[in-house]
């Protein structure tokens, strides 16, 4: 399967139009098009945005080859959108003093009840 066939069958895939897909990108349909029918190749950085918009990888897209994923997920944390990986220890520090934060607002919430039983 050549790379424009890909693309296409990831747009299909997310019920896209090449209109839809050429406006969020600020592009004219036949752009879109054209990589479909590999006529023309994307730049970088709109390569990168049709993978994240197909939501597949540009491994995917470029090869048609699937890496294999590691066996254990990496710690992150995504704040705003941005994505933020982390170590083992920052993972268990922020463990830590969320399972605090929790309990000290629980027991705030029990402080403030009307009729509270100590």
Request: glycine share 6%.
């Amino acid at each position: 399967m050549t790379f424009g066939k890909r693309l296409k069958q990831a747009r299909h895939e997310k019920h896209l139009t090449q209109n839809e897909v050429a406006g969020a990108l600020g592009l004219d349909f036949t752009t879109i098009s054209k990589y479909e029918n590999n006529k023309s190749q994307p730049d970088n950085e709109i390569l990168r945005e049709l993978a994240g918009m197909y939501e597949v990888s540009i491994d995917w897209l470029l090869t048609g080859e699937l890496k294999e994923q590691p066996d254990e997920a990496p710690n992150g944390l995504r704040i705003n959108g941005e994505e933020e990986a982390l170590t083992e220890e920052e993972a268990k520090y922020l463990q830590d003093n969320l399972e605090m934060f929790r309990l000290l607002k629980e027991k705030r919430a029990r402080e403030s009840r009307p009729g509270k039983e100590d």
